[in-house]
Protein backbone atom coordinates (compact mmCIF):
# COMPACT_ATOMS: atom_id res chain seq x y z
CA UNK A 1 0.00 0.00 0.00
CA UNK A 2 1.34 3.48 -0.84
CA UNK A 3 1.09 7.18 1.25
CA UNK A 4 -1.25 7.98 -1.46
CA UNK A 5 -3.61 4.92 -1.45
CA UNK A 6 -3.26 4.84 2.74
CA UNK A 7 -4.31 8.46 3.20
CA UNK A 8 -7.44 8.71 0.76
CA UNK A 9 -8.48 5.27 2.97
CA UNK A 10 -8.13 7.77 6.23
CA UNK A 11 -9.84 10.86 4.16
CA UNK A 12 -12.86 8.44 3.60
CA UNK A 13 -12.64 7.49 7.07
CA UNK A 14 -12.98 10.74 8.69
CA UNK A 15 -15.83 12.12 6.67
CA UNK A 16 -17.58 9.14 7.19
CA UNK A 17 -17.53 10.06 10.98
CA UNK A 18 -18.03 13.39 10.02
CA UNK A 19 -21.61 12.50 8.19
CA UNK A 20 -22.81 10.16 10.65
CA UNK A 21 -22.00 12.56 13.76
CA UNK A 22 -24.23 15.00 11.90
CA UNK A 23 -26.95 12.97 10.77
CA UNK A 24 -27.25 11.83 14.23
CA UNK A 25 -27.19 15.75 15.27
CA UNK A 26 -29.94 16.44 12.66
CA UNK A 27 -31.84 13.73 13.35
CA UNK A 28 -32.20 14.24 17.74
CA UNK A 29 -33.76 17.83 16.96
CA UNK A 30 -36.26 16.81 14.53
CA UNK A 31 -37.14 13.64 16.61
CA UNK A 32 -37.97 16.71 19.14
CA UNK A 33 -40.98 18.25 17.20
CA UNK A 34 -44.24 16.26 16.87
CA UNK A 35 -48.14 16.20 16.79
CA UNK A 36 -50.83 15.45 19.04
CA UNK A 37 -53.25 13.32 18.18
CA UNK A 38 -57.02 15.06 16.80
CA UNK A 39 -59.84 13.78 15.23
CA UNK A 40 -62.57 16.13 13.98
CA UNK A 41 -66.06 15.71 12.77
CA UNK A 42 -67.36 17.62 9.70
CA UNK A 43 -70.96 18.97 8.61
CA UNK A 44 -71.90 18.54 5.04
CA UNK A 45 -71.03 21.58 2.65
CA UNK A 46 -70.00 23.68 6.06
CA UNK A 47 -66.97 25.34 6.25
CA UNK A 48 -64.78 24.80 9.42
CA UNK A 49 -61.54 26.33 11.20
CA UNK A 50 -59.68 23.02 12.77
CA UNK A 51 -55.77 23.21 14.42
CA UNK A 52 -53.47 20.43 14.71
CA UNK A 53 -51.16 21.12 17.70
CA UNK A 54 -47.11 20.91 17.60
CA UNK A 55 -44.58 20.21 20.60
CA UNK A 56 -41.34 21.38 20.13
CA UNK A 57 -39.18 19.47 23.28
CA UNK A 58 -35.76 20.80 21.37
CA UNK A 59 -33.48 23.26 23.18
CA UNK A 60 -34.08 25.45 19.66
CA UNK A 61 -37.08 27.75 18.33
CA UNK A 62 -38.73 26.03 15.52
CA UNK A 63 -40.26 27.80 12.12
CA UNK A 64 -42.85 26.70 10.38
CA UNK A 65 -42.34 27.35 6.68
CA UNK A 66 -45.34 25.40 4.87
CA UNK A 67 -48.63 24.08 5.47
CA UNK A 68 -50.55 21.06 3.62
CA UNK A 69 -53.09 18.77 3.70
CA UNK A 70 -53.54 16.11 1.86
CA UNK A 71 -56.22 15.70 -0.94
CA UNK A 72 -59.15 13.57 -0.18
CA UNK A 73 -62.49 12.81 -1.89
CA UNK A 74 -64.73 13.19 1.22
CA UNK A 75 -64.07 16.75 2.26
CA UNK A 76 -61.59 20.03 0.65
CA UNK A 77 -59.02 21.35 2.49
CA UNK A 78 -56.11 24.05 2.70
CA UNK A 79 -53.72 24.52 5.53
CA UNK A 80 -52.64 27.31 7.08
CA UNK A 81 -49.68 28.38 9.37
CA UNK A 82 -51.15 29.88 12.86
CA UNK A 83 -47.83 30.10 14.87
CA UNK A 84 -44.80 30.91 12.91
CA UNK A 85 -42.42 30.14 15.52
CA UNK A 86 -42.62 27.45 18.25
CA UNK A 87 -40.22 28.40 21.26
CA UNK A 88 -37.78 25.51 22.42
CA UNK A 89 -39.71 23.11 24.97
CA UNK A 90 -43.52 24.38 23.73
CA UNK A 91 -45.55 24.13 21.47
CA UNK A 92 -47.73 25.69 18.77
CA UNK A 93 -50.35 25.68 16.05
CA UNK A 94 -50.97 24.94 12.46
CA UNK A 95 -54.30 24.90 10.91
CA UNK A 96 -56.85 23.81 7.80
CA UNK A 97 -59.87 25.45 5.93
CA UNK A 98 -62.04 21.92 5.70
CA UNK A 99 -65.46 22.08 3.80
CA UNK A 100 -67.35 18.17 4.23
CA UNK A 101 -68.24 16.48 0.94
CA UNK A 102 -72.22 15.94 1.04
CA UNK A 103 -73.39 12.19 1.80
CA UNK A 104 -76.08 10.24 2.63
CA UNK A 105 -74.36 8.11 5.05
CA UNK A 106 -71.60 8.97 7.60
CA UNK A 107 -68.23 8.59 6.21
CA UNK A 108 -65.19 7.94 8.15
CA UNK A 109 -61.45 7.86 6.88
CA UNK A 110 -58.03 8.81 7.70
CA UNK A 111 -55.79 11.97 6.34
CA UNK A 112 -52.43 13.26 6.58
CA UNK A 113 -51.13 16.98 7.21
CA UNK A 114 -47.64 18.01 6.30
CA UNK A 115 -45.49 20.23 7.94
CA UNK A 116 -42.16 21.77 6.51
CA UNK A 117 -39.60 24.13 9.17
CA UNK A 118 -36.55 24.63 10.60
CA UNK A 119 -34.24 25.05 13.64
CA UNK A 120 -32.40 28.30 14.28
CA UNK A 121 -29.26 26.52 13.55
CA UNK A 122 -30.31 26.04 9.62
CA UNK A 123 -31.43 22.49 10.06
CA UNK A 124 -34.93 21.85 8.32
CA UNK A 125 -37.64 19.20 9.00
CA UNK A 126 -40.38 17.42 7.22
CA UNK A 127 -43.34 16.24 9.54
CA UNK A 128 -46.12 14.14 8.75
CA UNK A 129 -48.86 13.68 10.89
CA UNK A 130 -52.41 11.28 10.33
CA UNK A 131 -55.23 11.95 11.74
CA UNK A 132 -59.00 10.80 11.60
CA UNK A 133 -62.50 12.72 10.63
CA UNK A 134 -65.53 11.81 10.29
CA UNK A 135 -67.65 13.17 7.82
CA UNK A 136 -72.16 13.42 9.01
CA UNK A 137 -74.50 12.64 6.25
CA UNK A 138 -76.79 15.44 5.19
CA UNK A 139 -79.58 15.93 6.97
CA UNK A 140 -82.79 15.21 4.96
CA UNK A 141 -85.44 17.52 5.18
CA UNK A 142 -88.34 16.25 6.17
CA UNK A 143 -91.17 14.53 3.55
CA UNK A 144 -93.88 16.54 3.30
CA UNK A 145 -96.81 14.17 2.33
CA UNK A 146 -100.24 14.89 0.09
CA UNK A 147 -103.53 15.67 1.92
CA UNK A 148 -107.03 14.61 1.71
CA UNK A 149 -110.36 16.08 2.95
CA UNK A 150 -113.76 14.47 1.78
CA UNK A 151 -116.90 15.96 1.75
CA UNK A 152 -120.21 14.76 0.33
CA UNK A 153 -123.56 16.18 -1.04
CA UNK A 154 -126.21 13.04 -1.51
CA UNK A 155 -130.03 13.26 -2.12
CA UNK A 156 -132.53 10.83 -0.73
CA UNK A 157 -132.10 9.26 -4.13
CA UNK A 158 -128.95 8.00 -3.69
CA UNK A 159 -127.11 10.88 -5.83
CA UNK A 160 -124.87 13.47 -5.84
CA UNK A 161 -121.48 14.37 -5.30
CA UNK A 162 -117.92 13.40 -3.64
CA UNK A 163 -116.00 16.94 -3.67
CA UNK A 164 -111.77 15.75 -3.25
CA UNK A 165 -109.70 18.58 -1.70
CA UNK A 166 -106.12 17.76 -2.06
CA UNK A 167 -103.11 19.28 -1.27
CA UNK A 168 -99.59 17.94 -3.03
CA UNK A 169 -96.68 19.97 -2.24
CA UNK A 170 -93.95 17.36 -2.81
CA UNK A 171 -92.48 16.77 -6.54
CA UNK A 172 -94.12 13.35 -6.63
CA UNK A 173 -97.53 12.74 -8.51
CA UNK A 174 -100.14 11.81 -6.14
CA UNK A 175 -102.90 9.65 -6.91
CA UNK A 176 -106.52 8.98 -5.34
CA UNK A 177 -107.93 5.26 -5.62
CA UNK A 178 -111.87 5.30 -4.67
CA UNK A 179 -113.27 2.10 -3.68
CA UNK A 180 -117.10 1.89 -3.55
CA UNK A 181 -119.17 -1.32 -2.86
CA UNK A 182 -122.36 -0.16 -4.68
CA UNK A 183 -122.19 3.30 -5.67
CA UNK A 184 -121.51 4.21 -9.28
CA UNK A 185 -118.84 6.56 -9.35
CA UNK A 186 -118.36 8.39 -12.73
CA UNK A 187 -114.15 8.15 -11.81
CA UNK A 188 -112.26 5.56 -9.45
CA UNK A 189 -108.68 6.30 -10.05
CA UNK A 190 -107.24 10.44 -10.23
CA UNK A 191 -103.69 11.77 -10.64
CA UNK A 192 -103.08 15.07 -8.75
CA UNK A 193 -99.69 17.14 -10.35
CA UNK A 194 -97.02 17.80 -8.30
CA UNK A 195 -96.94 20.87 -6.45
CA UNK A 196 -100.70 21.81 -7.39
CA UNK A 197 -103.95 22.12 -4.33
CA UNK A 198 -107.20 21.16 -6.58
CA UNK A 199 -111.05 20.31 -5.23
CA UNK A 200 -111.92 17.30 -7.34
CA UNK A 201 -115.75 16.48 -7.65
CA UNK A 202 -117.18 12.81 -8.01
CA UNK A 203 -120.77 12.42 -9.11
CA UNK A 204 -122.27 9.44 -7.10
CA UNK A 205 -125.44 7.50 -8.80
CA UNK A 206 -127.35 4.40 -6.90
CA UNK A 207 -125.80 4.48 -3.83
CA UNK A 208 -127.19 2.92 -1.14
CA UNK A 209 -128.39 4.30 2.34
CA UNK A 210 -125.43 4.69 4.95
CA UNK A 211 -122.29 3.09 2.50
CA UNK A 212 -119.29 3.79 2.85
CA UNK A 213 -116.77 4.88 -0.17
CA UNK A 214 -112.90 4.62 0.62
CA UNK A 215 -110.65 6.87 -1.01
CA UNK A 216 -106.85 5.86 -0.87
CA UNK A 217 -104.13 8.86 -1.54
CA UNK A 218 -100.96 7.49 -2.55
CA UNK A 219 -97.48 9.92 -2.81
CA UNK A 220 -95.53 7.94 -5.79
CA UNK A 221 -96.12 3.96 -5.25
CA UNK A 222 -96.73 4.45 -1.47
CA UNK A 223 -100.15 4.80 0.49
CA UNK A 224 -100.16 8.12 2.53
CA UNK A 225 -103.73 8.18 3.73
CA UNK A 226 -107.22 6.48 3.41
CA UNK A 227 -110.31 8.26 4.27
CA UNK A 228 -113.80 7.65 3.71
CA UNK A 229 -117.12 9.24 3.11
CA UNK A 230 -120.15 7.54 4.23
CA UNK A 231 -123.72 7.98 1.70
CA UNK A 232 -125.95 8.78 4.54
CA UNK A 233 -129.36 9.68 2.77
CA UNK A 234 -130.79 13.17 4.24
CA UNK A 235 -133.70 12.73 6.79
CA UNK A 236 -136.23 14.48 8.19
CA UNK A 237 -135.34 16.11 11.69
CA UNK A 238 -138.11 16.61 14.67
CA UNK A 239 -138.31 20.08 15.84
CA UNK A 240 -136.08 19.80 18.94
CA UNK A 241 -137.98 21.89 22.57
CA UNK A 242 -136.41 24.53 23.60
CA UNK A 243 -134.43 24.07 27.21
CA UNK A 244 -135.99 26.72 29.52
CA UNK A 245 -134.03 27.11 32.23
CA UNK A 246 -134.72 27.38 35.26
CA UNK A 247 -136.04 31.10 37.03
CA UNK A 248 -132.85 33.01 38.36
CA UNK A 249 -134.12 36.07 40.08
CA UNK A 250 -132.16 39.40 39.18
CA UNK A 251 -131.14 41.12 42.48
CA UNK A 252 -132.50 44.45 40.54
CA UNK A 253 -135.58 45.91 41.06
CA UNK A 254 -138.84 43.29 40.08
CA UNK A 255 -142.32 44.09 40.20
CA UNK A 256 -143.94 41.98 42.52
CA UNK A 257 -147.72 42.74 41.98
CA UNK A 258 -149.62 45.02 39.52
CA UNK A 259 -153.23 45.85 38.51
CA UNK A 260 -154.22 43.73 35.66
CA UNK A 261 -157.53 45.03 35.51
CA UNK A 262 -158.25 48.71 35.75
CA UNK A 263 -161.98 50.39 35.44
CA UNK A 264 -162.07 54.06 34.00
CA UNK A 265 -165.16 55.59 35.41
CA UNK A 266 -166.15 59.57 34.46
CA UNK A 267 -162.88 59.82 33.02
CA UNK A 268 -160.69 58.69 36.05
CA UNK A 269 -159.07 55.27 37.19
CA UNK A 270 -155.46 54.90 38.91
CA UNK A 271 -153.50 51.93 37.94
CA UNK A 272 -150.89 50.15 40.55
CA UNK A 273 -147.64 48.23 40.81
CA UNK A 274 -145.29 47.17 43.76
CA UNK A 275 -142.16 47.77 43.19
CA UNK A 276 -139.43 45.34 45.36
CA UNK A 277 -135.83 46.49 45.26
CA UNK A 278 -133.61 43.10 45.34
CA UNK A 279 -130.33 44.44 45.34
CA UNK A 280 -128.41 45.87 47.93
CA UNK A 281 -127.63 49.59 46.76
CA UNK A 282 -130.33 52.08 45.98
CA UNK A 283 -132.08 52.22 42.51
CA UNK A 284 -133.66 54.20 41.00
CA UNK A 285 -136.55 53.52 38.20
CA UNK A 286 -139.08 55.18 35.68
CA UNK A 287 -142.58 54.09 35.80
CA UNK A 288 -145.40 54.71 33.18
CA UNK A 289 -148.25 53.70 30.72
CA UNK A 290 -147.36 53.47 27.26
CA UNK A 291 -149.81 52.63 24.51
CA UNK A 292 -152.68 54.86 26.17
CA UNK A 293 -155.49 55.60 23.01
CA UNK A 294 -156.06 58.50 22.02
CA UNK A 295 -157.80 61.37 24.75
CA UNK A 296 -156.39 59.03 27.59
CA UNK A 297 -153.40 60.30 29.76
CA UNK A 298 -151.13 58.89 32.33
CA UNK A 299 -147.54 60.71 33.60
CA UNK A 300 -144.19 59.14 33.65
CA UNK A 301 -142.99 59.18 37.42
CA UNK A 302 -139.26 58.46 38.56
CA UNK A 303 -139.37 56.60 41.89
CA UNK A 304 -136.08 55.64 43.94
CA UNK A 305 -135.86 52.88 46.26
CA UNK A 306 -133.91 51.64 49.14
CA UNK A 307 -132.04 48.71 49.28
CA UNK A 308 -134.67 45.61 49.57
CA UNK A 309 -137.36 48.87 50.03
CA UNK A 310 -140.75 47.20 48.45
CA UNK A 311 -143.30 50.39 47.69
CA UNK A 312 -146.31 50.45 45.76
CA UNK A 313 -146.47 53.59 42.84
CA UNK A 314 -149.88 54.47 41.92
CA UNK A 315 -150.19 55.72 38.22
CA UNK A 316 -153.04 58.63 38.41
CA UNK A 317 -154.88 58.03 34.63
CA UNK A 318 -157.64 60.81 32.93
CA UNK A 319 -159.37 61.03 29.72
CA UNK A 320 -161.83 59.30 27.66
CA UNK A 321 -162.50 57.53 24.77
CA UNK A 322 -165.18 55.53 22.68
CA UNK A 323 -163.47 52.30 22.98
CA UNK A 324 -165.30 50.45 25.55
CA UNK A 325 -161.97 48.26 26.20
CA UNK A 326 -158.48 48.88 25.39
CA UNK A 327 -154.78 47.67 26.53
CA UNK A 328 -152.22 49.93 27.99
CA UNK A 329 -148.04 49.04 28.15
CA UNK A 330 -146.91 49.39 32.53
CA UNK A 331 -143.49 50.04 32.05
CA UNK A 332 -140.73 50.11 34.75
CA UNK A 333 -137.14 51.32 33.37
CA UNK A 334 -133.89 50.98 35.15
CA UNK A 335 -131.06 48.81 34.79
CA UNK A 336 -133.71 46.20 32.92
CA UNK A 337 -136.89 46.86 31.50
CA UNK A 338 -140.07 45.87 32.72
CA UNK A 339 -143.23 45.31 30.61
CA UNK A 340 -146.50 44.21 31.53
CA UNK A 341 -149.99 44.69 30.37
CA UNK A 342 -152.93 46.49 32.39
CA UNK A 343 -156.82 45.93 30.78
CA UNK A 344 -159.00 48.93 31.08
CA UNK A 345 -162.22 48.49 31.08
CA UNK A 346 -164.11 52.15 29.70
CA UNK A 347 -167.17 51.93 32.28
CA UNK A 348 -168.54 55.62 30.43
CA UNK A 349 -167.68 55.60 26.98
CA UNK A 350 -168.80 58.77 24.85
CA UNK A 351 -171.57 57.35 22.41
CA UNK A 352 -172.81 59.05 19.16
CA UNK A 353 -176.80 57.80 18.66
CA UNK A 354 -179.09 59.21 16.53
CA UNK A 355 -182.63 61.39 17.64
CA UNK A 356 -185.30 61.97 15.17
CA UNK A 357 -186.62 65.15 16.27
CA UNK A 358 -189.84 66.87 14.94
CA UNK A 359 -191.50 63.62 14.24
CA UNK A 360 -195.48 64.16 12.82
CA UNK A 361 -196.61 60.52 14.41
CA UNK A 362 -195.79 59.12 17.78
CA UNK A 363 -193.95 56.37 16.63
CA UNK A 364 -190.82 58.24 15.96
CA UNK A 365 -190.80 59.91 19.23
CA UNK A 366 -191.23 56.67 21.17
CA UNK A 367 -187.82 55.45 19.28
CA UNK A 368 -185.77 58.08 19.78
CA UNK A 369 -187.15 57.93 23.45
CA UNK A 370 -186.26 54.04 23.84
CA UNK A 371 -182.34 54.36 22.42
CA UNK A 372 -181.64 57.59 24.85
CA UNK A 373 -183.16 56.00 27.61
CA UNK A 374 -181.19 52.04 27.11
CA UNK A 375 -178.79 51.63 30.12
CA UNK A 376 -176.60 49.16 31.22
CA UNK A 377 -178.92 48.21 34.01
CA UNK A 378 -182.01 45.46 33.97
CA UNK A 379 -184.75 48.19 34.24
CA UNK A 380 -183.74 49.81 31.12
CA UNK A 381 -183.38 46.47 28.71
CA UNK A 382 -186.72 45.55 29.82
CA UNK A 383 -187.72 49.06 29.49
CA UNK A 384 -186.10 48.90 26.00
CA UNK A 385 -187.75 45.70 25.10
CA UNK A 386 -191.59 46.97 26.02
CA UNK A 387 -191.43 50.20 24.02
CA UNK A 388 -190.08 47.78 21.14
CA UNK A 389 -193.15 45.38 21.80
CA UNK A 390 -195.50 48.24 21.64
CA UNK A 391 -193.86 50.33 17.85
CA UNK A 392 -194.42 46.58 16.77
CA UNK A 393 -198.20 47.12 17.75
CA UNK A 394 -198.59 50.03 16.40
CA UNK A 395 -197.04 49.30 12.87
CA UNK A 396 -199.28 46.11 12.99
CA UNK A 397 -202.35 48.20 13.56
CA UNK A 398 -202.15 50.78 10.97
CA UNK A 399 -201.30 48.57 8.18
CA UNK A 400 -200.78 50.48 4.84
CA UNK A 401 -202.16 54.02 6.55
CA UNK A 402 -200.19 57.30 4.65
CA UNK A 403 -199.48 57.77 9.11
CA UNK A 404 -197.26 54.45 8.42
CA UNK A 405 -195.09 55.66 5.75
CA UNK A 406 -193.97 58.47 7.58
CA UNK A 407 -192.67 57.30 10.64
CA UNK A 408 -189.70 59.62 10.83
CA UNK A 409 -189.34 62.58 9.32
CA UNK A 410 -186.03 63.58 7.18
CA UNK A 411 -184.24 66.54 9.50
CA UNK A 412 -181.79 64.28 12.30
CA UNK A 413 -179.41 65.54 14.43
CA UNK A 414 -176.55 63.80 16.38
CA UNK A 415 -176.78 64.11 20.07
CA UNK A 416 -174.02 63.05 22.70
CA UNK A 417 -175.87 60.74 25.14
CA UNK A 418 -173.35 59.81 28.77
CA UNK A 419 -174.66 57.02 30.32
CA UNK A 420 -175.14 57.72 33.99
Keep these: MTVKTALSIICIGIFLVLFSVGS ?64 AFDSG ?9 VFEEQKTAQESIFVTGHFE ?86 AKDGEIVYFNLFSGAKLVS ?22 MEEKNVQISSYSATVSLIDGMADAWVVLDNKSDSEKTVFVGLKNLPEGVQSQTVQVTLAPHQKRQIVLPVNGNTVLPVFNAILSVEGDSLLNRQIVFENKTPLTQVQVPVDTQDGIGGIAATAFALLSENVLGIIFALVIILLILLIFWNAGDSPQAKQAWVSKTQVVVVRRQ
Excluded: W
Design 93 to 101: RVGATVTGG
Design 24 to 87: VAQSSFCSAVSFTDESFSLVPSVEKEIDFRIKNNAHEDFFIDLVSVEKNNLFSATGKIVDNKIF
Design 121 to 206: NGERCFLEHEFYFMVKPVEKAPEVLPELMVEKEIDATGAGFIYLNVKNPNSKIASIKAEPSVALLNRTFIEVKPFTNERLAVSVNF
Design 226 to 247: QKYAKLDFPKEEEPVPPIIPPF
